[in-house]
């Protein structure tokens, strides 16, 4: 492994590698990468790979509109196919201050041009058949909004990130960061020690344990999101949209032949990946509930991984005072996949350039928090 590094990154997720790759395009000097189990094995390979443009805050929005423009042409510039299934997302909205937050998205929304559609309770009865409506106000849709696979996109990453020079290593754990008079000076792992004035935290759900490394507090909790997935199962030959029973916090999708619907978040931070009985109860009331005709699907498998929450829902980006050279990518609160390629981009610019020129990230930075400056997030009862 090499000694001397112009940046290391920790973390072989799909915000570590979308950074990775960005900086040896802009010919960064010498990248390593280093990923303490095997590329994609945090929340990256547990997650359903939504993308949406329906957000309720313009950073969001901002962070959505250009990683598309990537998603869109990833075949072309990754040569792999992530299959970009634009779906559509269908937010239900039960309450009336569902309501009040869908239309204030909508005026927010249609500023950036984002086609998205008010649909009153008989419009969604009518694109939706199989959906039980009674207690349904209205909703909104997006035809943007879809999915693509994780995988795909993280292999793609991966390969062209080796290709322009970046050096990636697996099985190699980060156990210390060294600094020197606040500057970054290198890190110490289970495979010796390298050189660097610059250090990326892309550790996912363990950003905090690598900000204690550094001395920092980086408010990130690991929280627990269970899904599954139906054995095949035919609803309608319609094309169904990702639907969101907000209030619920719940979620489904086509998968292949079967459904992937959503599981419950846990309140409590920890570490745990297992799925459990309760959660797909829970999961397959939900969906019953909402979809009455799925309560002859049969539950064929379930996974769990680990959402990076932050107390404001946002991602924390940028530089930190006091720690000249630590850069922090973390916070994503379910949607770091979709806006990874977005994030690799600023990152970049930030480390090469000085400054994130694609998209100002100084309202995602680290001192927010101790400013008060939280950023108002309407939605935060929905995860991917
Ligand atoms: C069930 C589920 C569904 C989701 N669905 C969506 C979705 O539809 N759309 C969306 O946008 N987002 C979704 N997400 C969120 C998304 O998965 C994350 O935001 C994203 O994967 C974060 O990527 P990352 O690279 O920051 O983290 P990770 O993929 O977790 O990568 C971090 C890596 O750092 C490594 N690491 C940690 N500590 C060290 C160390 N000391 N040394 C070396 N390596 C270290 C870990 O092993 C890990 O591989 C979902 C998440 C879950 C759990």
Known sequence: MEKVADVVIIGGGVIGLSIAYHLGKKRAGKIVLLEKGQLGEGSTGRCVGG??????????????????????????????????RKIGYLFLATTDLDVKIFKQNIALQKKFGIPVEWLDPEEITKRCPYLKVDDVLGGTFCSLDGYVGPSEVLSGFARDAKRVGVKIYEGVEV???????????????????????????????????IGKMAKLDIPVKPLRRQVFVTAPFHLTDLTIPLTIDFQRGWYFR???????????????????????????????????????ALEKARIARGWAGLYEISPDHHA??????????????????????????????????????????????????????EKGDHILEPMTAFKE
């Open 51 to 84: 993308i949406r443009t329906q957000f309720s805050t313009e950073i969001n929005i901002l962070f959505s509109l250009e990683s598309i423009k990537t998603f869109d042409h990833f075949k072309e510039e990754f040569g792999i196919d992530p299959e970009f």
């Open 175 to 209: 156990k210390d960061i060294l600094t020197d008079q606040e500057r970054i000076t290198g890190v110490r792992t289970n495979g010796g020690e390298i050189s660097t004035p610059v250090v990326v935290n892309a550790s996912g759900p363990y950003a905090s344990l």
């Open 254 to 292: 086509q998968e292949v032949d079967g459904f992937l619907i959503s599981g419950p978040l846990d309140q409590e931070p920890s570490f745990n990946t297992n799925t459990d009985y309760g959660a797909m109860l829970e999961a397959s009331k939900n969906a019953i509930y909402r979809i009455p």
């Open 316 to 369: 924390i980006l940028g530089k930190v005072p006091g720690v000249e050279g630590f850069i922090l990518a973390n916070g994503f609160s379910g949607h770091g996949f979709q806006h990874s390629p977005a994030v690799g981009k600023v990152i970049s610019e930030l480390i090469v350039d000085g400054r994130a020129s694609t998209i100002d990230i100084s309202s995602l930075s680290l001192e927010r928090f």
